[in-house]
């Protein structure tokens, strides 16, 4: 178990090291792009240069900068995969999984959440006991997924600048210690059982195979390109129009009527009503929340490393993060769930069982972080 967390680790540290020197690039060219626009095409109308700049660019392009932090982190990954190490960390993991309630087998499809939730749900279906794959299926959205690990990444990285890796290592845990006492509360109320016993073969270690590696980045990088290029896209511009009309202001927009219905909710955690109205946004798909805080905040021209640590104080961005990483799930990934439950009355429980426990830790967290003066 050390070596993997070790391993674990690794892979976040290099993530940090070699991924965000070449984020902080592509945010400088974003922005720069956005000076451009408004500097040199004045002949435009300025409501379409403020959708390409604070819309497009403030929302789209603060996603893409994402791309460097998740080539190094799906290439680790696929790495450890290729050579059979993912085998060994499932068996390594089975006596800490019998603690809630389940056994090393379900540690695979749980370690795909690491990339996307989709699949890691899905993967639940190698389990042959009901009981255990039940439980699997309710407990992975716990898992943070790329898009919360990115958005975690980056927002970390903005306002913690040097503590940043600290903090991320910090969420992570919190995650996996939600994520085990939320199974042994759920097996030990809901789903009570012994675990089955667990048998696996396991593969010989081989040097891995380059392509096989670099097939694998391809294919979910491409998949992420794509998810920002269609769905957060659109996203981006509707948010955009949304935070325009009727007032032209954000703060006199539908979008800030309606968020400011949703201040006493997010005020005991220390969210202002744009910070909830972008983790709502995040339902969609997680990396909307990093959309929703560029278009809101209107950081096209200066991006969000500059913009963040000025209106967010420390105390409230963990507040947010704990939120945006242990939220109710996107909605592909709740469609799966529903699909792989087959029980409306499982999911809809799940589905308020994480906002409730989302809700406990965000206060706790920031009422910690102001009283210990973070």
């Known amino acids: 178990i050390p070596v993997l967390l070790g391993i674990l680790a690794l892979i976040f540290l290099i993530t940090y090291r070699l991924g965000l020197p070449f984020q902080k690039l592509l945010e400088t060219f974003m922005t720069g792009i956005g000076l451009w626009i408004n500097m040199s095409l004045t002949h435009l109308p300025v409501w379409i240069r403020e959708l390409l700049v604070n819309g497009i660019i403030g929302g789209v392009g603060a996603v893409l900068t ?15 995969e290729d050579i059979g190490y993912m085998a060994r960390a499932a068996f390594v993991m089975d006596t800490f999984m019998h603690i809630i309630g389940l056994h090393g087998k379900s540690f695979l499809p749980m370690c795909l959440g690491f990339g996307c939730n989709v699949p890691s749900v899905l993967g639940a279906r190698i389990i042959e006991s009901k009981r255990a794959r039940l439980l699997t299926v309710i407990l992975t959205p716990f898992v943070p997924c790329a898009g919360r690990l990115a958005a975690m990444t980056f927002i970390a990285a903005a306002i913690f600048g040097e503590r940043a890796l600290y903090v991320s290592w910090s969420l992570i845990a919190l995650n996996i210690c939600v994520l085990a006492g939320s199974g042994i509360v759920i097996s030990k109320l809901f789903l009570r059982g012994e675990p089955v016993a667990f048998i696996m073969e396991l593969p010989l270690y081989h040097k891995p195979d380059l392509r096989t590696v670099i097939l694998v980045v391809w294919n979910r990088v491409f ?3 794509k998810k920002a290029g269609t769905v957060i896209m659109i996203f981006s511009v509707v948010l955009w129009g949304i935070t325009r ?3 032209g202001t954000v703060e006199e927009s539908i979008l800030g009527w309606c968020g400011r219905l949703f201040r006493p909710i997010g005020a005991p955690l220390g969210l ?3 910070m909830v109205v972008a983790l709502i946004s995040s339902i969609v798909a997680k990396e909307n929340a990093i959309a929703a805080l560029g278009i809101l905040y209107n950081v096209g021209e200066y991006g969000l490393r500059i913009v963040l640590p000025l209106v967010i104080n420390h105390a409230s961005a963990l507040s947010f993060l704990v939120v945006l990483m242990i939220f109710i799930p996107c909605v592909p990934t709740a469609f799966v769930m529903k699909k792989e439950l087959k029980n409306w009355r499982w999911f809809i429980t799940s589905l308020l069982f994480m906002a409730i426990v989302t809700y406990v830790f965000a206060f706790l967290v920031y009422r910690s972080a102001l009283l210990f003066g973070i």
């Open 66 to 80: 994402f791309i460097p932090i998740l080539v190094i982190f799906f290439a680790a990954m696929a790495l450890l």
């Open 223 to 225: 998949a992420f390109i």
């Open 245 to 247: 009309f009727p007032g």
């Open 272 to 274: 202002d009503w744009k």
